[in-house]
């Protein structure tokens, strides 16, 4: 057996030739076991076999040829030779040579089946064998080179064609049909193309786990079946048992590749996702294998209600694989498209397990994580299926899962932000945290409390001060912020007070979701909850109380921009006003009637006009959330946690928000001119956060490998430094667009002074100073004069 299974092992016995007898042969010259792919270049398609698109083997329409392109796994054949002798020889193109085509992903063969193509595990069948032809009539029959141009031909002398007719609506693929023909057309010729190397042990190695998986698949199934609500556990524990430690080395190794990322942890690790591996499970049909495998267990006599019950020690290790097993559906799911409209069709299964101690609710989450086609077909049932579960547990995932379906990357929507805000800011206000803000001796305490927490020595609510949690955490021999931890611990690490720190977060960020775009029934639901302590005031309290963790404070700022920066009246003004009225314009009446009418605010609005949030950020900026160098200079060049960096990042997007509606920009008294001075004073921050020099180190050696470590930092921080310095240069941008607008307007100011003075006559003419900033402009101004005096004495 393998790896210890007591089944025995399947091998394929092969005579291959003496050493000394093989000839060296050119290096393109194909041979049998050779895994090739056939291209049909009249129609520019692959031969190929997808399960999942039809049951016959086919063409697929493609136009990528080029060899680092060519890795598609069900393009790929095997020439199998049709005896043990020899199997390494070299293909041959003739009559009486006949060869088997294996499809690499499926194991499958070729065959001939009547007129059409189809594939069989059957390799005996005589249907199966195949001879080639050459193209070129001048080629060596002796020999078939990859790039050469081939016929394929059944054993009873068929030619294979592209059908005459396609029944079918995809018009990237055609049928193929076999046709006794005394000349074959040149279009039928197929292109024999090599596979890479590495293309292909990728497959082969994939391959393997994934039949790993099917073996456990397969001894479930073998199981007699048991009438529901029947428990007959004990069988397929024994085969979990068996199988466990293959199996799981199969699944984590898949989880951990399947994404780019430091954190070695299957559970937590979170990282960007691996596309050529998505593709490549999806093609070996793992998606469908896995949602049978969390099915299997309960069609086979375990009852689900009793994992999470007394025994659950019990079902520990089935319980474990049914949890890695929706992970890798996670992150085969994650920013797909393709992979998650596959798994949508099994929604109804993943729902079944929710609620009992499956961790599936990630894998729910991150199928319809930014996928709109997908997320116009959300309805009420599943969205109150998560409010019932909220009620019963107050768990983060099902938050997680409420935030990622608001909104997308092309914007929010409304009908579903409206569904949830309807059912947990007025129908059950409950399911979220209690906010308590307290002012004492000028400090702000905060502390919230989850319905149904207690205390554990008292027995009472239990109100939890969000002060304790501003400290670090050793996490894998590195200091991490410690909320930053909490959102990304598995729940397994944490305790109640953690869990209910997480569970309030993520509600921060549920508010923030649900009132983007301006969602007036949101807003007014949200700010209007007592319970959650969120007017413009106590937002603006929690901002400046130092003492609360930054990653905290870090989504209040967005709050802040939510609830009352991006609201009406604002208006995004231009950054450079390219379209301008001379200033003597005197504008036409109109009857349509665009003042104000005077109103009152229906949702509470800021009062002050950002007045006091501006003062606050022109403060709180150059300290760079608290981040350092090792000199103690502020910096990102240290050691930034993942609290410090949200926090720089909200702070920089609220004041790109507030600069784009106006503030921090706004006219001077009694003066036309912007006042630009604090934007001024926000450049010394911004190019504090740009700048990459780092203190030079006592030797050469330790300096490049500093250099070459930061290089290659795949961490979590390293990705958020990336994007903060990003943002940070989007904001610089901006304010150069406001310093240029800003110099233009005097120019042209200048300009209609220059003017205004020439209509008074020659006297004012002649006496015309020019401004400063027009001073370059001196000679086209004097020949302007000639021109005018000239003109006057006409």
């Not at 023909?181 to 596979?195: F, N």
């Not at 203190?695 to 930092?713: F, L």
């Amino acid at each position: 057996g393998v790896s210890g299974d007591a089944r025995p092992t399947l091998f394929r016995a092969m005579l291959f030739s003496p050493l000394e007898c093989l000839e060296s042969t050119a290096a393109d010259t194909l041979k049998c076991e050779d895994v090739v792919a056939f291209y049909h270049k009249h129609f520019s398609a692959y031969l190929s076999y997808d399960p999942s698109l039809q049951a016959a083997p086919m063409y697929y329409q493609s136009q990528r040829v080029n060899v680092k392109s060519r890795k598609k796994s069900c393009w790929m054949w095997k020439i199998e030779k049709n005896n043990l002798q020899g199997p390494g020889s070299d293909v041959v193109a003739s009559d009486s040579n006949f060869f088997r085509i294996k499809h690499v992903v499926t194991n499958m063969y070729l065959m001939l089946d009547g007129t059409s193509l189809t594939v069989t595990n059957d390799y005996k069948q005589k249907a199966t064998l195949f001879t080639f032809k050459h193209f070129a009539k001048q080629a060596d029959a002796d020999h078939v080179n990859t790039t050469d141009m081939i016929y394929i031909k059944g054993a009873q002398g068929e030619w294979m064609t592209l059908a005459d007719d396609d029944n079918d609506t995809n018009i990237k693929t055609m049928p193929i049909h076999f046709k006794k023909l005394d000349l074959v057309p040149d279009s039928d010729a197929l292109l024999v193309l090599p596979i890479r190397p590495s293309a292909l042990r990728a497959v082969v190695q994939i391959r393997r786990l994934v039949l790993v998986l099917g073996d456990f698949q397969n001894q479930l199934k073998n199981l007699p079946a048991c009438e529901p609500g029947a428990d007959h556990a004990d069988a397929v524990l024994k085969i979990t048992g068996e199988i466990y430690e293959r199996c799981y080395a199969a699944l984590r190794t898949l989880v951990v590749n399947c994404s780019w990322g430091e954190n070695p942890d299957p559970m937590s690790r979170d990282g960007i996702p691996n596309r050529y591996l998505q593709k490549l499970l999806r093609e070996l049909g793992a998606i469908d294998l896995l949602i049978e495998n969390v099915q299997l267990p309960f069609q086979k006599g375990v009852l689900i209600d009793e994992l999470m019950g007394a025994n659950k020690d019990h079902y520990a290790k089935l319980v474990t694989l049914i949890n890695m097993q929706y992970r890798l559906l996670k992150q085969i799911a994650k920013e797909n498209v393709v992979n998650s409209k596959a798994l949508y069709k099994h929604l109804g299964v993943m729902r079944s397990h929710l609620g009992l101690g499956i961790l599936c609710t990630p894998t729910i989450k991150e199928m319809f994580t930014g996928k709109r086609e997908l997320l116009n077909l959300i309805n009420e049932d599943l969205l109150d299926n998560f409010v019932e579960l909220l009620k019963k547990d107050k768990a983060p995932q099902y938050i997680d899962f409420l935030m990622s379906v608001c909104v997308d990357e092309s914007g929010p929507l409304n009908k579903i932000q409206n569904m949830i805000a309807d059912r947990l800011c007025v129908r059950h206000p409950e399911i979220l945290p209690t906010v308590r803000l307290e002012s004492q001796s000028g400090a702000t305490l905060m502390q919230i409390n989850v319905q149904g927490s207690k205390d554990p020595a008292t027995g009472k609510d239990l109100w939890i001060d969000l002060s304790e949690f501003k400290k670090t955490k050793e996490v894998r021999g590195r200091e991490q912020d410690y909320v930053g931890w909490i959102m990304n611990a598995t729940l397994s690490e944490l305790g109640v007070k953690e869990k209910a720190v997480r569970y309030f977060i993520r509600c921060c960020n549920l508010y923030g979701k649900l009132a983007s775009g301006r969602n007036q029934g949101s807003l007014k639901a949200i700010i209007g909850s007592p319970s959650l302590s969120l007017s413009y005031d106590k937002v603006l309290a929690v901002l400046r109380e130092g003492t609360l963790p930054y990653l905290l404070r870090a989504r209040y700022f967005t709050l802040m921009s939510k609830l009352y920066v991006d609201r009406d009246p604002q208006v995004e003004t231009p950054q450079v006003s390219f379209t301008r009225v001379w200033s003597k314009v005197k504008p036409e009446k109109s009857d349509l009637d665009m003042t104000m009418q005077a109103q009152v605010a229906t949702i509470p609005v800021c009062t002050t006009g950002f007045k006091d949030l501006e003062a606050f950020l022109l403060v709180e900026l150059p300290k760079l959330a608290d981040c350092t160098d090792a000199k103690g200079k502020p910096s990102l060049n240290g050691e930034p946690r993942i609290g410090q960096l949200e926090m720089m990042s909200s702070m920089i997007s609220i004041t790109d928000e507030l600069v784009g509606f106006g503030f921090f920009v706004a006219h001077s008294e009694g003066q036309e001119d912007k006042d630009l001075s604090q934007i001024s004073n926000i450049y010394k921050s911004l190019f504090a956060v740009l700048d990459t020099r780092e203190q030079k180190e006592a030797s050469g050696a330790a300096q490049m490998a500093k250099i070459a470590a930061r290089a290659t930092d795949k961490s979590l921080e390293a990705r958020f430094r990336c994007d903060l310095r990003s943002e940070a240069l989007n904001l610089l941008l901006r304010f150069f667009n406001v310093r240029l607008d800003s110099r233009m307007s005097r120019v042209i100011r200048a300009w209609e002074a220059v003017f205004d003075k020439i209509e008074n006559g020659p006297s004012g003419l002649s006496r015309l100073k020019l401004p400063a900033v027009l001073s370059a402009m001196s000679g086209p101004l004097s020949s302007a004069r000639s021109s005018a005096s000239r003109a006057n004495s006409a």
